[in-house]
């Protein structure tokens, strides 16, 4: 089965760091994504970790520990925009088990 | 310049009526899925297809099927919509469905379900 766990809320300032954890336990595993879905929208893809460590993009970073069966995004400089909710989702081949996503909530 | 697109976008059915979702690529994927996303919950797949190849999730009801014409076209048809089944409906393609970069998956913007 599948299990995946990550915070239901956060809230954070703009400007500021915020971590989103995410926890899994998949039966296989080829790596991990992150998506951001705005309301009412469709998720778009922020990164993907195949390897233990970090990935850094601009203002957002994903890290992997495959062993741990944990990965976390951050996102540093936090805009007024970036108020969306996150999805963690480990993939083995083809499938992707999201999780049920990270509200965050970035106020002024 | 839009590389899946769904539509409609908001589509109002009554219970029972069969409805059909389409959902079109300009990406030249291999790969289209279907994910039923009911509100403040993750995305749940239905099924996908690689190329011709139809594979369903072992616990998408029957209700629930699909057709690929051709690479770009892939569709969605509820038989008899029942009010659980009022939900946002997502499409998505890959290039291809193994580990790695092609695997990532685009989303269209999807077409919210109601059913009266």
């Known amino acids: 089965g599948q299990n995946i766990d990550q915070p239901t809320e956060m809230t954070a300032t703009e400007g500021a760091i915020v971590q989103i954890n995410c926890t899994y336990q998949t039966s296989g595993f080829n790596g991990l994504f992150w998506y951001q879905q705005h309301a009412g929208e469709a998720p778009t893809f922020l990164s993907y970790?195949?390897?233990?460590g970090l990935e850094e993009k601009g203002r957002f970073s994903s890290f992997l520990s495959r062993s741990k069966g944990y990965s976390y995004l951050l996102l540093k400089e936090l805009q007024m925009k970036d108020s969306a909710s996150y999805l963690c989702?480990?993939?083995?081949?083809?499938?992707?088990?999201f999780g049920a996503g990270t509200t965050v909530t970035v106020r002024a | 310049d839009a590389m899946v697109i769904q539509n409609p976008r908001y589509q109002v059915t009554q219970f029972g009526k069969p409805v059909t979702l389409s959902c079109s690529q300009t990406?030249?994927?291999?790969?289209m899925y279907w994910y039923q996303q009911k509100s403040s919950q993750a995305p749940k797949l239905l099924f996908h297809y690689y190329d011709k190849d139809f594979n369903n999730e072992a616990d998408t009801p029957d209700n629930f099927q699909s057709r690929r014409p051709n690479t770009s076209f892939c569709f969605l048809d509820i038989r008899s919509p029942g009010l659980g089944d009022a939900a946002m409906y997502l499409c998505?393609?890959?290039?291809?469905?193994?580990?790695?970069?092609?695997?990532?998956?685009?989303f269209g913007p999807g077409t919210r379900l109601t059913v009266l």
């Open positions: 998505a393609t890959s290039k291809e469905g193994t580990s790695g970069g092609g695997g990532t998956q685009y």
């Open positions: 970790n195949v390897l233990d």
């Open positions: 989702a480990p993939h083995n081949d083809y499938k992707l088990s």
């Open positions: 990406l030249n994927h291999n790969v």
